[in-house]
């Protein structure tokens, strides 16, 4: 893994909702829906960075998040799963603290073309206009 980085959020910058904060001190917060892409080999991995909000935590490294499908499982995406909201939960193995969200996961080969589409009908009704 590359470096560990450890980053606070300040609550006035946070505009996401808060997920559901279930246990521990202190107490972890995560967003309430996120999006994940998949990338080009069709898998991705949640991190703890990617979700944790509103607060000073440890290196994110640290954390352990898992996915919800059916029991929990390790928070790696794939293309099985594209297309779908899945419940996440992060947890601090430390103090036990947990948290949890939704996470809608995407291929980033929708959206681009998606985004592709998009630019180029505006682009095509710019022409016409």
Same mark, same amino acid.
């Given at each position: 893994m590359?470096?560990?980085m450890?980053?606070?959020?300040?609550?006035?910058?946070?505009?996401?909702?808060? +997920?559901? /904060? !279930? %246990?521990?001190?202190?107490?972890?917060?995560?967003?309430?829906?996120?999006?994940?892409? $998949?990338?080009n080999?069709?898998?991705?991995f949640?991190?703890? +960075?990617? /979700? !944790? %909000?509103d607060?000073?935590y440890?290196?994110?490294?640290?954390?352990?998040?898992?996915? $919800?499908k059916?029991?929990?499982?390790?928070g790696?995406?794939?293309?099985?799963?594209?297309?779908?909201?899945?419940?996440?939960?992060?947890?601090?193995?430390?103090?036990?603290?947990?948290c949890?969200?939704k996470?809608?996961?995407?291929?980033?080969?929708?959206?681009?073309?998606?985004?592709?589409f998009?630019?180029?009908?505006?682009?095509?009704?710019?022409?016409?206009?």
């Open positions: 590359g470096k560990c450890s980053i606070g959020y300040r609550p006035q910058d946070i505009t996401e909702m808060r +997920g559901k /904060v !279930l %246990i521990g001190t202190p107490p972890l917060n995560c967003k309430a829906i996120s999006t994940v892409l $998949l990338n080999d069709g898998f991705a949640l991190g703890a +960075g990617q /979700v !944790l %909000i607060a000073q440890r290196c994110f490294d640290n954390y352990i998040v898992e996915f $919800l059916g029991s929990y499982v390790p790696i995406a794939t293309t099985q799963d594209v297309g779908m909201t899945l419940t996440y939960r992060v947890i601090d193995p430390t103090s036990s603290a947990k949890e969200g996470v809608f996961i995407d291929d980033i080969n929708n959206s681009i073309e998606q985004l592709n998009l630019n180029n009908s505006r682009h095509s009704k710019n022409i016409i206009q």
